[in-house]
């Protein structure tokens, strides 16, 4: 393969950014000025179809893996002892009377409301804001 014939691209990388970009310079016309995809997308017009509505059982099998994904986060936080008030809310939500299972879920309901504000305001994770919201716990947040 010759320098000329070789794909061509940039890679843009900052050591500093959690990010990487790269930037393709390659195009997919031929030298004659045809678009291969478009001669695709115009013999294959079916192919392309929309995005079917999700089902109710996918929709539980969502909820039921973001919620053993937010439990596991609270796990985790246990496990780390970061940030401290994980742990004193389980154990004041234990001591009042709460299974631990239920005082998880309570937890990670508190984490997924501060997940959805995080990203509805555009905003990095308040960790202040959530240790108030753990420390307020059985009374959910909002």
Excluded: W
Aim: proline share 6%.
């Amino acid at each position: 393969m010759t320098t000329s014939d070789r794909p061509r691209f940039r890679v843009s990388a900052d050591r500093q950014a959690s990010s990487r970009r790269v930037r393709y310079v390659e195009t997919s016309r031929p030298d004659d000025g045809s678009c291969t995809l478009c001669q695709l997308d115009e013999e294959n017009p079916s192919s392309i179809e929309e995005k079917p509505a999700m089902s109710h059982d996918t929709e539980q099998e969502e909820e039921a893996f973001a919620e053993a994904t937010l439990i596991q986060a609270i796990e985790n936080q246990l496990e780390a002892g970061e940030p401290a008030a994980t742990q004193a809310t389980l154990n004041k939500l234990t001591l009042v009377g709460y299974e631990r299972e239920e005082s998880l879920q309570m937890m990670a309901l508190v984490l997924a409301h501060e997940i959805r504000r995080m990203l509805a305001e555009d905003r990095p994770f308040d960790g202040a804001a959530y240790e108030a919201m753990l420390r307020n716990l059985p009374e959910m947040p909002e």
